[in-house]
C-alpha cells in the first residue's frame, strides 16, 4: 500500500504544528508529547508561535556532547551487575541470575 501523498500547502510549515480542522491550529509538544492548542488564528501568527515554542523546546532539552558523554564516569560491566535489583524477585530467579552474572564476569 503506497503512502499517504504529502500536502503541498503545509510543506513550508515548522515541525508540530498541525490543523486538525480548517482554521484551527495547534502544536504538539516534542518533550511532553501533549498537544496544546493555538486556537483560530491566522497561518502566520500559528507560524510565528510554533517556531517559538520550538526554540524554547529545544533549550529544555539537554543535549550533551560526545566529548562530554565520554569524560562521564567510567562504570564497568562488573559494576553494573552489582546495581541489578533484587527487591520484589523470587529467590530462584536471584540464584538464575547469579549464575548469569558470574558467566559473564568470567567472560570478560
Do not use: C
Not at 491566522?42 to 508561535?49: D, L, N
Not at 523470587?90 to 538464575?96: F, Q, S, Y
Request: proline share 8%; no cysteine.
Amino acid at each position: 500500500m503506497a503512502a499517504r501523498p504529502r500536502i503541498r500547502r503545509r510543506a513550508s510549515w515548522p515541525e508540530n504544528l498541525h490543523e486538525p480542522r480548517p482554521g484551527y491550529y495547534v502544536w504538539r509538544n516534542p518533550i511532553t508529547k501533549k498537544t496544546l492548542s493555538i486556537g483560530y488564528v491566522p497561518i502566520e501568527k500559528a507560524i510565528f508561535e510554533v517556531l517559538e515554542a520550538n526554540a524554547k523546546a529545544k533549550e529544555i532539552v539537554p543535549t550533551k556532547r560526545l566529548v562530554e558523554r565520554m569524560n562521564e564516569g567510567q562504570e564497568t560491566i562488573g559494576d553494573l551487575l552489582a546495581k541489578m535489583p533484587t527487591t520484589g524477585v523470587k529467590p530462584a530467579t536471584i540464584n538464575a541470575r547469579r549464575h548469569h552474572d558470574k558467566v559473564i564476569r568470567e567472560a570478560l
